[in-house]
Protein backbone atom coordinates (compact mmCIF):
# COMPACT_ATOMS: atom_id res chain seq x y z
CA UNK A 1 0.00 0.00 0.00
CA UNK A 2 2.93 2.24 0.01
CA UNK A 3 1.56 3.71 -3.65
CA UNK A 4 -0.96 5.56 -1.90
CA UNK A 5 1.82 7.58 0.14
CA UNK A 6 3.59 7.85 -2.61
CA UNK A 7 0.16 9.34 -4.52
CA UNK A 8 -0.66 11.31 -1.94
CA UNK A 9 2.65 12.80 -1.35
CA UNK A 10 3.23 13.70 -5.47
CA UNK A 11 2.33 17.61 -6.30
CA UNK A 12 -1.19 16.57 -7.62
CA UNK A 13 -2.22 14.28 -4.79
CA UNK A 14 -1.19 17.12 -2.53
CA UNK A 15 -3.82 19.15 -4.58
CA UNK A 16 -6.46 16.03 -4.00
CA UNK A 17 -6.14 16.08 -0.70
CA UNK A 18 -6.25 19.89 -0.31
CA UNK A 19 -9.66 19.85 -2.79
CA UNK A 20 -11.55 17.10 -0.72
CA UNK A 21 -10.36 19.08 2.89
CA UNK A 22 -11.89 22.34 1.25
CA UNK A 23 -14.46 20.35 -0.04
CA UNK A 24 -15.77 19.08 3.26
CA UNK A 25 -14.93 22.38 5.03
CA UNK A 26 -17.34 24.10 2.45
CA UNK A 27 -19.90 21.53 3.64
CA UNK A 28 -19.23 22.63 7.19
CA UNK A 29 -19.52 25.92 6.16
CA UNK A 30 -23.07 25.79 4.36
CA UNK A 31 -24.42 23.85 7.67
CA UNK A 32 -22.64 26.51 10.53
CA UNK A 33 -23.98 28.89 8.03
CA UNK A 34 -27.77 27.35 8.43
CA UNK A 35 -27.93 26.88 11.68
CA UNK A 36 -26.60 31.05 12.14
CA UNK A 37 -29.18 32.26 10.03
CA UNK A 38 -31.34 30.99 12.75
CA UNK A 39 -31.23 34.19 14.46
CA UNK A 40 -32.83 35.94 11.58
CA UNK A 41 -35.97 34.58 13.03
CA UNK A 42 -35.42 36.08 16.43
CA UNK A 43 -33.24 35.26 20.03
CA UNK A 44 -36.23 32.19 20.68
CA UNK A 45 -35.69 30.74 17.68
CA UNK A 46 -31.92 31.00 17.65
CA UNK A 47 -31.75 29.49 21.35
CA UNK A 48 -34.02 26.65 20.12
CA UNK A 49 -31.84 26.05 17.36
CA UNK A 50 -28.63 26.16 19.95
CA UNK A 51 -30.00 23.60 22.47
CA UNK A 52 -31.24 21.55 19.73
CA UNK A 53 -28.03 21.10 18.59
CA UNK A 54 -26.40 20.38 22.04
CA UNK A 55 -28.90 17.77 22.40
CA UNK A 56 -27.43 15.57 19.98
CA UNK A 57 -24.64 14.77 22.69
CA UNK A 58 -22.45 12.75 21.87
CA UNK A 59 -22.86 12.45 17.78
CA UNK A 60 -21.81 16.55 18.08
CA UNK A 61 -18.99 15.60 19.93
CA UNK A 62 -17.94 13.01 17.06
CA UNK A 63 -18.53 15.50 14.24
CA UNK A 64 -16.40 17.98 16.47
CA UNK A 65 -13.57 15.82 16.17
CA UNK A 66 -13.61 14.99 12.63
CA UNK A 67 -14.03 18.62 11.50
CA UNK A 68 -10.59 19.55 14.04
CA UNK A 69 -9.23 16.72 11.54
CA UNK A 70 -10.60 18.04 8.21
CA UNK A 71 -8.98 22.06 9.51
CA UNK A 72 -5.92 20.26 10.59
CA UNK A 73 -5.36 18.45 7.47
CA UNK A 74 -6.41 21.59 5.23
CA UNK A 75 -4.25 24.11 6.99
CA UNK A 76 -1.17 21.80 7.26
CA UNK A 77 -1.39 20.82 3.58
CA UNK A 78 -1.65 24.28 2.76
CA UNK A 79 1.01 25.76 4.54
CA UNK A 80 3.40 23.05 2.75
CA UNK A 81 2.50 24.04 -0.59
CA UNK A 82 2.90 27.51 0.11
CA UNK A 83 6.32 26.54 1.15
CA UNK A 84 7.05 24.32 -1.30
CA UNK A 85 5.93 26.86 -3.79
CA UNK A 86 7.71 29.81 -2.22
CA UNK A 87 11.12 27.68 -3.04
CA UNK A 88 9.90 27.06 -6.10
CA UNK A 89 10.06 30.76 -7.34
CA UNK A 90 13.04 32.22 -5.41
CA UNK A 91 13.20 35.27 -7.56
CA UNK A 92 10.16 37.20 -8.12
CA UNK A 93 10.23 39.83 -11.37
CA UNK A 94 11.28 43.31 -11.05
CA UNK A 95 8.13 44.05 -12.69
CA UNK A 96 4.76 42.67 -12.00
CA UNK A 97 2.13 41.18 -13.71
CA UNK A 98 -0.98 43.99 -14.32
CA UNK A 99 -3.88 41.90 -14.74
CA UNK A 100 -3.14 40.17 -11.06
CA UNK A 101 -5.67 36.78 -9.58
CA UNK A 102 -6.38 38.33 -6.14
CA UNK A 103 -8.71 35.30 -4.50
CA UNK A 104 -5.96 32.96 -6.16
CA UNK A 105 -2.75 34.55 -5.34
CA UNK A 106 -3.93 35.49 -1.46
CA UNK A 107 -5.00 31.99 -1.05
CA UNK A 108 -2.32 31.38 1.27
CA UNK A 109 -2.97 34.73 3.85
CA UNK A 110 -6.92 34.66 3.53
CA UNK A 111 -6.17 31.52 4.81
CA UNK A 112 -3.97 32.05 7.64
CA UNK A 113 -6.57 34.93 8.35
CA UNK A 114 -9.40 32.49 8.79
CA UNK A 115 -7.38 29.87 10.77
CA UNK A 116 -6.56 33.40 13.33
CA UNK A 117 -10.85 33.86 12.90
CA UNK A 118 -10.62 30.19 14.15
CA UNK A 119 -8.73 30.32 17.39
CA UNK A 120 -10.75 33.97 18.26
CA UNK A 121 -13.89 32.40 17.25
CA UNK A 122 -13.44 29.30 19.84
CA UNK A 123 -12.00 31.37 22.35
CA UNK A 124 -15.85 33.48 22.08
CA UNK A 125 -18.07 30.69 21.64
CA UNK A 126 -16.34 27.44 22.18
CA UNK A 127 -13.97 26.91 25.77
CA UNK A 128 -16.19 29.50 27.79
CA UNK A 129 -18.05 28.86 30.51
CA UNK A 130 -21.79 29.77 30.07
CA UNK A 131 -23.96 31.28 31.59
CA UNK A 132 -26.44 33.15 29.76
CA UNK A 133 -28.16 31.68 26.65
CA UNK A 134 -26.53 31.78 22.82
CA UNK A 135 -28.39 34.43 21.73
CA UNK A 136 -27.21 37.05 24.75
CA UNK A 137 -23.59 35.34 24.25
CA UNK A 138 -23.23 36.12 20.73
CA UNK A 139 -24.98 39.67 21.08
CA UNK A 140 -22.67 40.58 23.88
CA UNK A 141 -19.55 39.45 22.46
CA UNK A 142 -20.12 41.08 18.84
CA UNK A 143 -21.22 44.27 20.58
CA UNK A 144 -17.87 44.84 21.18
CA UNK A 145 -16.85 46.97 18.07
CA UNK A 146 -12.71 45.55 17.87
CA UNK A 147 -14.35 41.85 18.00
CA UNK A 148 -17.56 42.85 15.50
CA UNK A 149 -14.78 44.08 13.31
CA UNK A 150 -12.10 41.38 13.17
CA UNK A 151 -15.27 39.48 12.63
CA UNK A 152 -16.09 42.06 9.48
CA UNK A 153 -12.45 41.57 8.56
CA UNK A 154 -11.93 37.92 8.53
CA UNK A 155 -15.34 37.16 6.84
CA UNK A 156 -14.65 39.08 4.14
CA UNK A 157 -10.71 36.62 3.73
CA UNK A 158 -13.69 34.37 3.93
CA UNK A 159 -15.43 34.93 0.86
CA UNK A 160 -12.23 36.09 -1.03
CA UNK A 161 -10.68 32.25 -0.10
CA UNK A 162 -13.76 30.75 -0.96
CA UNK A 163 -15.02 32.73 -3.99
CA UNK A 164 -11.22 31.12 -5.57
CA UNK A 165 -11.71 27.90 -3.87
CA UNK A 166 -15.56 26.37 -4.58
CA UNK A 167 -13.91 26.65 -8.48
CA UNK A 168 -10.37 25.42 -7.72
CA UNK A 169 -11.69 22.61 -5.79
CA UNK A 170 -12.85 20.84 -8.74
CA UNK A 171 -10.29 21.93 -11.48
CA UNK A 172 -8.00 20.35 -8.59
CA UNK A 173 -9.85 17.20 -9.11
CA UNK A 174 -9.96 17.11 -12.78
CA UNK A 175 -13.83 18.10 -12.90
CA UNK A 176 -13.40 20.78 -16.01
CA UNK A 177 -15.98 20.34 -18.71
CA UNK A 178 -17.18 22.87 -21.14
CA UNK A 179 -20.68 22.56 -20.79
CA UNK A 180 -19.91 22.88 -17.12
CA UNK A 181 -17.53 25.32 -16.76
CA UNK A 182 -19.66 28.92 -16.74
CA UNK A 183 -21.76 26.78 -14.05
CA UNK A 184 -18.93 25.64 -11.88
CA UNK A 185 -17.09 29.53 -12.56
CA UNK A 186 -20.17 31.59 -11.89
CA UNK A 187 -22.05 28.81 -8.99
CA UNK A 188 -18.60 28.78 -6.81
CA UNK A 189 -18.72 32.77 -6.99
CA UNK A 190 -22.29 32.75 -6.44
CA UNK A 191 -22.11 30.63 -3.86
CA UNK A 192 -18.75 32.22 -1.72
CA UNK A 193 -20.52 35.65 -2.17
CA UNK A 194 -23.89 34.16 -1.08
CA UNK A 195 -22.55 32.32 2.00
CA UNK A 196 -19.55 35.16 2.78
CA UNK A 197 -22.75 37.94 3.11
CA UNK A 198 -24.87 36.01 4.86
CA UNK A 199 -22.22 35.25 7.79
CA UNK A 200 -21.19 39.18 7.85
CA UNK A 201 -24.44 40.29 8.16
CA UNK A 202 -24.84 38.78 11.73
CA UNK A 203 -22.66 40.79 13.14
CA UNK A 204 -23.27 43.85 11.04
CA UNK A 205 -26.68 43.77 12.21
CA UNK A 206 -25.67 43.14 16.02
CA UNK A 207 -23.57 47.06 15.66
CA UNK A 208 -25.69 48.65 13.84
CA UNK A 209 -29.11 47.77 15.34
CA UNK A 210 -30.49 47.68 18.93
CA UNK A 211 -33.26 44.92 17.88
CA UNK A 212 -31.10 41.85 16.62
CA UNK A 213 -31.56 39.22 18.74
CA UNK A 214 -33.15 41.04 21.33
CA UNK B 1 6.57 52.47 -40.66
CA UNK B 2 7.37 54.66 -38.29
CA UNK B 3 10.77 55.37 -35.74
CA UNK B 4 10.93 54.74 -32.33
CA UNK B 5 12.97 55.06 -29.28
CA UNK B 6 12.83 53.47 -26.00
CA UNK B 7 14.67 52.69 -22.70
CA UNK B 8 15.72 49.23 -22.15
CA UNK B 9 16.44 47.47 -18.71
CA UNK B 10 17.78 44.49 -19.27
CA UNK B 11 18.89 42.02 -17.12
CA UNK B 12 23.00 41.13 -17.40
CA UNK B 13 24.47 38.14 -15.34
CA UNK B 14 27.52 36.89 -16.81
CA UNK B 15 27.14 33.47 -15.34
CA UNK B 16 25.04 31.10 -13.49
CA UNK B 17 26.77 31.55 -9.73
CA UNK B 18 27.76 35.66 -10.26
CA UNK B 19 25.25 38.02 -9.20
CA UNK B 20 22.89 40.00 -11.54
CA UNK B 21 21.75 43.46 -11.92
CA UNK B 22 19.57 45.59 -14.54
CA UNK B 23 21.57 47.68 -17.13
CA UNK B 24 19.87 50.33 -18.78
CA UNK B 25 20.26 50.81 -22.39
CA UNK B 26 19.17 53.46 -24.74
CA UNK B 27 17.32 51.37 -27.79
CA UNK B 28 18.67 54.12 -30.31
CA UNK B 29 16.08 54.65 -33.44
CA UNK B 30 13.96 51.43 -34.06
CA UNK B 31 11.77 51.05 -37.07
CA UNK B 32 8.22 49.89 -36.03
CA UNK B 33 8.16 46.62 -38.21
CA UNK B 34 11.00 45.03 -36.76
CA UNK B 35 10.49 41.97 -34.42
CA UNK B 36 11.24 42.35 -30.16
CA UNK B 37 14.32 40.02 -31.31
CA UNK B 38 16.07 42.35 -34.50
CA UNK B 39 15.62 45.02 -31.80
CA UNK B 40 17.64 42.94 -29.46
CA UNK B 41 20.06 42.70 -32.22
CA UNK B 42 20.23 46.07 -33.06
CA UNK B 43 21.62 46.59 -29.83
CA UNK B 44 23.96 43.85 -29.79
CA UNK B 45 25.23 44.94 -32.67
CA UNK B 46 25.89 48.20 -30.68
CA UNK B 47 27.24 46.59 -28.05
CA UNK B 48 29.87 44.92 -30.43
CA UNK B 49 31.13 47.97 -31.66
CA UNK B 50 31.66 49.81 -28.49
CA UNK B 51 33.27 46.34 -27.36
CA UNK B 52 30.87 45.44 -24.60
CA UNK B 53 29.58 42.04 -23.97
CA UNK B 54 26.56 41.60 -26.13
CA UNK B 55 23.24 41.18 -24.28
CA UNK B 56 22.75 36.69 -24.63
CA UNK B 57 19.30 35.59 -25.58
CA UNK B 58 17.93 32.43 -26.71
CA UNK B 59 16.35 32.25 -30.40
CA UNK B 60 16.06 29.93 -32.81
CA UNK B 61 13.25 29.91 -35.70
CA UNK B 62 12.17 33.43 -35.35
CA UNK B 63 8.84 32.03 -36.82
CA UNK B 64 6.96 31.38 -33.59
CA UNK B 65 7.22 27.35 -33.83
CA UNK B 66 10.59 26.29 -32.07
CA UNK B 67 10.21 27.29 -28.26
CA UNK B 68 13.61 28.70 -28.31
CA UNK B 69 12.64 32.40 -27.46
CA UNK B 70 11.19 33.67 -24.44
CA UNK B 71 11.90 36.71 -22.18
CA UNK B 72 9.75 38.53 -19.58
CA UNK B 73 8.92 42.45 -20.92
CA UNK B 74 7.56 44.23 -18.13
CA UNK B 75 6.00 41.50 -16.29
CA UNK B 76 4.53 39.51 -18.58
CA UNK B 77 6.36 36.50 -20.50
CA UNK B 78 6.63 36.59 -24.12
CA UNK B 79 5.77 40.54 -23.48
CA UNK B 80 2.52 42.41 -24.13
CA UNK B 81 0.71 40.73 -27.58
CA UNK B 82 -1.62 37.90 -26.59
CA UNK B 83 -0.92 34.02 -28.56
CA UNK B 84 2.44 35.81 -29.82
CA UNK B 85 6.23 34.26 -29.11
CA UNK B 86 8.69 37.03 -28.42
CA UNK B 87 10.20 36.80 -31.56
CA UNK B 88 7.12 36.82 -33.31
CA UNK B 89 6.21 40.16 -31.47
CA UNK B 90 6.55 43.74 -33.32
CA UNK B 91 7.78 46.85 -32.38
CA UNK B 92 4.42 48.59 -33.05
CA UNK B 93 2.79 47.20 -29.93
CA UNK B 94 5.01 50.08 -28.49
CA UNK B 95 5.14 53.49 -28.08
CA UNK B 96 7.72 55.91 -28.56
CA UNK B 97 9.86 56.37 -25.33
CA UNK B 98 8.48 53.72 -23.62
CA UNK B 99 10.67 51.77 -21.15
CA UNK B 100 11.49 48.12 -21.14
CA UNK B 101 12.07 45.87 -18.59
CA UNK B 102 13.62 42.82 -19.69
CA UNK B 103 13.92 40.04 -17.75
CA UNK B 104 14.86 36.40 -18.31
CA UNK B 105 12.35 33.50 -16.89
CA UNK B 106 12.69 33.13 -13.67
CA UNK B 107 11.89 29.22 -11.77
CA UNK B 108 14.08 27.16 -9.50
CA UNK B 109 13.83 24.79 -11.85
CA UNK B 110 15.27 26.79 -14.53
CA UNK B 111 18.74 27.52 -14.21
CA UNK B 112 19.90 31.25 -15.09
CA UNK B 113 22.88 29.98 -17.57
CA UNK B 114 24.02 34.03 -18.78
CA UNK B 115 22.05 37.46 -19.28
CA UNK B 116 18.34 36.42 -20.50
CA UNK B 117 18.97 32.49 -21.47
CA UNK B 118 17.55 29.99 -18.93
CA UNK B 119 18.68 26.21 -18.96
CA UNK B 120 15.13 24.62 -20.16
CA UNK B 121 16.18 21.19 -20.48
CA UNK B 122 14.52 19.72 -17.51
CA UNK B 123 11.30 20.14 -19.85
CA UNK B 124 13.83 17.19 -22.00
CA UNK B 125 13.97 15.21 -18.75
CA UNK B 126 9.94 15.28 -18.44
CA UNK B 127 9.46 13.80 -22.09
CA UNK B 128 12.37 11.69 -21.45
CA UNK B 129 9.85 10.30 -19.02
CA UNK B 130 7.07 9.49 -21.31
CA UNK B 131 5.99 11.94 -24.04
CA UNK B 132 6.20 9.46 -26.61
CA UNK B 133 4.93 6.41 -27.82
CA UNK B 134 7.41 3.70 -27.80
CA UNK B 135 5.19 0.42 -28.84
CA UNK B 136 5.15 0.06 -32.77
CA UNK B 137 2.40 1.39 -34.11
CA UNK B 138 2.94 0.02 -37.70
CA UNK B 139 2.86 2.09 -40.81
CA UNK B 140 0.52 4.96 -41.75
CA UNK B 141 -2.66 4.03 -41.27
CA UNK B 142 -5.12 4.73 -44.35
CA UNK B 143 -7.06 7.74 -43.60
CA UNK B 144 -9.95 7.21 -41.38
CA UNK B 145 -8.91 3.42 -40.55
CA UNK B 146 -9.08 4.23 -37.35
CA UNK B 147 -12.12 6.55 -36.48
CA UNK B 148 -11.23 9.27 -34.34
CA UNK B 149 -14.31 12.22 -33.54
CA UNK B 150 -13.19 15.12 -35.34
CA UNK B 151 -13.55 17.28 -31.76
CA UNK B 152 -11.16 14.41 -29.88
CA UNK B 153 -8.75 14.91 -32.66
CA UNK B 154 -8.91 18.43 -32.67
CA UNK B 155 -8.62 18.71 -28.92
CA UNK B 156 -5.61 16.42 -29.05
CA UNK B 157 -3.99 18.64 -32.01
CA UNK B 158 -4.42 22.11 -29.47
CA UNK B 159 -2.14 20.37 -26.78
CA UNK B 160 -0.02 19.28 -29.77
CA UNK B 161 0.77 23.01 -30.37
CA UNK B 162 2.87 23.66 -27.22
CA UNK B 163 6.35 24.27 -28.31
CA UNK B 164 7.66 23.76 -24.74
CA UNK B 165 9.29 27.66 -24.81
CA UNK B 166 8.24 27.60 -20.90
CA UNK B 167 6.63 30.85 -20.19
CA UNK B 168 3.60 28.89 -18.00
CA UNK B 169 6.40 28.08 -15.79
CA UNK B 170 7.87 31.35 -15.93
CA UNK B 171 4.30 33.28 -15.58
CA UNK B 172 3.11 30.90 -12.82
CA UNK B 173 3.83 32.27 -9.52
CA UNK B 174 4.64 29.01 -8.30
CA UNK B 175 6.96 27.64 -10.81
CA UNK B 176 4.18 24.91 -11.52
CA UNK B 177 4.96 22.63 -15.10
CA UNK B 178 1.12 21.73 -15.02
CA UNK B 179 0.48 23.14 -18.23
CA UNK B 180 3.15 22.12 -20.24
CA UNK B 181 3.21 18.17 -18.72
CA UNK B 182 -0.88 18.67 -18.63
CA UNK B 183 -0.51 19.74 -23.12
CA UNK B 184 1.77 16.62 -23.50
CA UNK B 185 -0.48 14.45 -21.42
CA UNK B 186 -3.10 15.09 -23.27
CA UNK B 187 -1.77 15.19 -26.91
CA UNK B 188 -1.29 11.28 -26.14
CA UNK B 189 -3.82 10.20 -24.02
CA UNK B 190 -6.86 11.94 -26.25
CA UNK B 191 -5.45 9.72 -29.23
CA UNK B 192 -5.31 6.03 -30.26
CA UNK B 193 -1.82 5.36 -30.30
CA UNK B 194 -1.21 7.09 -26.74
CA UNK B 195 -3.59 4.45 -25.19
CA UNK B 196 -0.86 1.47 -24.41
CA UNK B 197 1.80 3.46 -22.00
CA UNK B 198 -1.36 6.13 -20.33
CA UNK B 199 -1.35 5.24 -17.13
CA UNK B 200 2.48 4.66 -16.95
CA UNK B 201 3.37 7.74 -18.61
CA UNK B 202 1.30 10.25 -16.23
CA UNK B 203 2.73 8.91 -13.29
CA UNK B 204 6.22 8.92 -14.67
CA UNK B 205 5.71 12.03 -16.23
CA UNK B 206 4.77 14.04 -12.92
CA UNK B 207 7.24 12.23 -10.69
CA UNK B 208 10.00 13.77 -12.97
CA UNK B 209 8.45 17.05 -12.88
CA UNK B 210 8.13 16.89 -9.36
CA UNK B 211 11.89 15.74 -8.69
CA UNK B 212 12.85 18.75 -10.75
CA UNK B 213 11.80 20.93 -8.33
CA UNK B 214 9.01 22.58 -10.16
CA UNK B 215 6.29 24.25 -7.96
CA UNK B 216 2.71 22.84 -7.29
CA UNK B 217 -0.60 24.13 -9.58
CA UNK B 218 -2.56 26.96 -7.65
CA UNK B 219 -5.22 27.54 -10.31
CA UNK B 220 -4.20 30.59 -10.66
CA UNK B 221 -4.02 30.98 -14.54
CA UNK B 222 -1.24 33.04 -15.17
CA UNK B 223 0.11 29.77 -17.27
CA UNK B 224 -2.97 29.94 -19.79
CA UNK B 225 -2.52 33.70 -19.88
CA UNK B 226 1.19 33.70 -20.88
CA UNK B 227 1.20 30.71 -23.52
CA UNK B 228 2.12 31.91 -26.61
CA UNK B 229 -0.15 28.75 -28.15
CA UNK B 230 -3.41 29.34 -25.90
CA UNK B 231 -3.04 26.24 -24.17
CA UNK B 232 -5.71 25.95 -21.98
CA UNK B 233 -6.14 24.87 -18.41
CA UNK B 234 -8.81 22.60 -19.16
CA UNK B 235 -5.41 20.19 -20.15
CA UNK B 236 -4.18 20.58 -16.61
CA UNK B 237 -7.61 19.50 -15.44
CA UNK B 238 -7.17 16.51 -17.85
CA UNK B 239 -3.80 15.82 -16.44
CA UNK B 240 -5.21 16.11 -12.72
CA UNK B 241 -7.85 12.91 -13.98
CA UNK B 242 -5.36 10.83 -16.20
CA UNK B 243 -2.94 11.11 -12.95
CA UNK B 244 -5.87 10.16 -10.51
CA UNK B 245 -7.17 7.06 -13.13
CA UNK B 246 -3.23 5.98 -13.43
CA UNK B 247 -2.77 6.36 -9.74
CA UNK B 248 -5.94 4.69 -8.34
CA UNK B 249 -7.60 2.36 -10.90
CA UNK B 250 -4.37 1.22 -13.21
CA UNK B 251 -2.32 -1.58 -12.04
CA UNK B 252 0.98 0.62 -12.08
CA UNK B 253 2.40 1.89 -9.43
C1 LIG C 1 -13.72 27.40 6.70
C2 LIG C 1 -12.48 27.33 6.34
C3 LIG C 1 -11.91 26.94 4.98
C4 LIG C 1 -12.52 26.50 3.82
C5 LIG C 1 -13.98 26.26 3.56
C6 LIG C 1 -11.48 26.32 2.85
C7 LIG C 1 -11.66 25.88 1.52
C8 LIG C 1 -10.66 25.77 0.56
C9 LIG C 1 -10.82 25.25 -0.78
C10 LIG C 1 -12.10 24.68 -1.37
C11 LIG C 1 -9.62 25.34 -1.42
C12 LIG C 1 -9.28 24.95 -2.87
C13 LIG C 1 -8.51 23.68 -2.97
C14 LIG C 1 -7.89 23.54 -4.36
O1 LIG C 1 -7.28 24.50 -4.86
O2 LIG C 1 -8.01 22.49 -4.95
C15 LIG C 1 -8.70 25.94 -0.50
C16 LIG C 1 -7.39 26.22 -0.77
C17 LIG C 1 -6.49 26.68 0.14
N1 LIG C 1 -6.72 26.87 1.50
FE1 LIG C 1 -8.49 26.78 2.45
N2 LIG C 1 -10.28 26.66 3.41
C18 LIG C 1 -10.52 27.03 4.72
C19 LIG C 1 -9.61 27.41 5.67
C20 LIG C 1 -8.26 27.51 5.42
C21 LIG C 1 -7.32 27.83 6.44
C22 LIG C 1 -7.63 28.05 7.91
C23 LIG C 1 -6.11 27.86 5.82
C24 LIG C 1 -4.86 28.19 6.59
C25 LIG C 1 -3.66 28.13 6.19
C26 LIG C 1 -6.31 27.59 4.39
C27 LIG C 1 -5.34 27.57 3.41
C28 LIG C 1 -5.54 27.28 2.06
C29 LIG C 1 -4.53 27.39 1.03
C30 LIG C 1 -3.09 27.82 1.22
C31 LIG C 1 -5.14 27.01 -0.18
C32 LIG C 1 -4.49 27.01 -1.57
C33 LIG C 1 -3.92 25.71 -1.93
C34 LIG C 1 -3.17 25.79 -3.24
O3 LIG C 1 -2.98 26.88 -3.80
O4 LIG C 1 -2.79 24.74 -3.73
N3 LIG C 1 -7.63 27.36 4.20
N4 LIG C 1 -9.35 26.18 0.72
S1 LIG D 1 2.15 25.22 -22.50
FE1 LIG D 1 2.38 27.15 -23.67
S2 LIG D 1 3.71 28.41 -22.36
FE2 LIG D 1 3.92 26.31 -21.63
S3 LIG D 1 5.68 25.46 -22.72
FE3 LIG D 1 3.86 24.92 -23.94
S4 LIG D 1 3.67 26.61 -25.41
FE4 LIG D 1 5.07 27.36 -23.83
S1 LIG E 1 12.59 31.79 -31.95
FE1 LIG E 1 11.45 29.98 -32.35
S2 LIG E 1 9.60 30.41 -31.31
FE2 LIG E 1 10.66 32.29 -31.10
Known amino acids: ?214 | MNIIHLTLKIWRQTGPESKGSFKTYESGPITTAMSFLEMLDVLNERLILSGEEPVAFDHDCREGICGMCGSVINGTPHGPEKKTTLCQLHMRHFKDGDTLVIEPFRSRAFKLVKDLIVDRSPFDAIIAEGGYVSVNTGGTPDANAIPIPTFTAEQALDAAECIGCGACVAACPNGSAMLFVGAKISHLALLPQGQPERSKRALAMVKKMDELGFGNCGNEKYCEKACPKGISISNIARLNREFMKAAFCSVEE
Not at chain 1, 95 to 121: D, Q
Open chain 1, 1 to 214: MSWILTVLSSSIGKKYIMAVSGACLSFFLLAHLIGNSVSFWGKEAYNSYASHLHSLGFLIYILEILLLLLFLVHIVMGITLFIENLSARPNRYAVKEKERNWSASTMPYTGILILLFLVVHLVNFHFITKTVSTAELVKTTLSNPLIASFYLLSLSGLTLHASHGFWSLFQSLGINHQKYNKLLQLGGLAMAVIIGTTFILIPLLIVTTDSFLQ
